[in-house]
């Protein structure tokens, strides 16, 4: 009995003791985070930052508040990825930065030399209307870069033995697509999305959507890299359409074939398999392109009755 009630003294103390102090990570071992809470603190070089940790991604960033906000879009977009990937992405971490000149100064290295891919992430000034220095008011624009880093690591794995140009190998569309399916509530507009806003004879034919290679679709990819052009406000348009129809569409399909099949069209593509070939599969929907664009066009309207 007494035995046990020194446990009991000494546990609440033992938790304590865990949960405070700050940890030196130069020399690439894991920080002890404690309860995923952010309230612990690592130092990188110059940097303190508090820190969440578990075994699907990290967040280092300048509040516990900020590194919690991040925790649960992080949450969302992990387990969305497993839901049509089958598995969680390669392990990853996320840095927040104050200011983009703090973001362009930090040093990933001992980061990327456990082989986590690591997103650089700096405070937006505003969101919706509210200083962000407000920490009550934290929003991170984090779940569009997580989504291309987990479908990024997850090609690498996929083809290991030669894994330099494996996330160049899937087409824009299904990029546009996952990032879409997997994104937190509020990194994307509701289901039907920009989509919702174009008339039918605006939208752009699948085949072109699924095109390799198109002037489109290497537009939405340098959309994607460097942001909106604000002086091409019709690009802009061609390329929010273009990406709320690769969403729209593989929506269609995981809710007709399974959410798996998504992640067995990006398998397919990483083989070098056409959209076409890999409709060939299918179970469900039809095995050509304008079939399935006649349906999935009936299955949008549809949905926006409901």
């Known amino acids: ?30 920080p002890p985070v404690q309860h995923a809470l952010g309230d612990s603190v690592v130092v990188f070089g110059a940097d303190s930052l508090h820190a969440i940790r578990n075994d699907r991604f990290e967040v280092y960033g300048p509040t516990a508040a900020s590194v919690a906000a991040v ?10 990825f497993r839901r049509y990937f089958g598995i969680y992405a390669p392990l990853f971490a996320v840095v927040l930065f104050d200011t983009p000149e703090k973001s362009q100064s930090f040093d990933p290295t001992a980061l990327r030399n456990r082989g986590l891919r690591v997103v650089r992430i700096a405070r937006p000034a505003r969101s919706e209307g509210r200083s962000l220095r407000d920490d009550n008011a934290e929003r991170w624009p984090v779940s569009r870069r ?9 090609a690498s794995r996929k083809r290991a033995a030669d894994s330099s140009d494996a996330e160049s190998r899937l087409p824009v569309w299904y990029r546009q697509a996952v990032t879409g399916l997997t994104a937190a509530p509020q990194g994307y507009e509701g289901r039907g999305g920009f989509l919702s806003r174009v008339g039918s004879s605006e939208t752009i034919p699948l085949v072109e959507i699924f095109a390799s290679k198109s002037a489109l679709a290497d537009s939405v990819n340098q959309t994607e890299m460097d942001g909106p052009d ?9 390329s929010l359409l273009f990406s709320s129809e690769a969403r729209s569409v593989a929506q269609y399909l995981a809710e007709k074939e399974g959410p798996e099949f998504i992640g067995a069209i990006g ?3 990483l083989a ?8 060939q599969q299918s179970r469900v929907v039809p095995k050509d392109i304008p079939a399935l664009e006649a349906v999935w066009r009936a299955w949008m309207r549809t949905e926006d009755r409901r």
């Open 272 to 279: 070098g398999q056409s959209m076409e070939t890999i409709l």
């Open 71 to 80: 925790r649960d879009d992080l949450d969302h977009s992990t387990r969305e």
């Open 230 to 238: 604000p002086s091409q406000p019709r690009e802009r348009s061609r």
């Open 1 to 30: 009995m007494k035995s046990m009630r020194a446990r009991l003294f000494l546990l609440p103390l033992a938790l304590a003791a865990g949960g405070t102090g700050c940890s030196y990570f130069s020399n690439g071992a894991y």
């Open 267 to 269: 398998e397919k593509l």
């Open 146 to 154: 997580a989504a291309v880093v987990m479908l990024g690591g997850w």
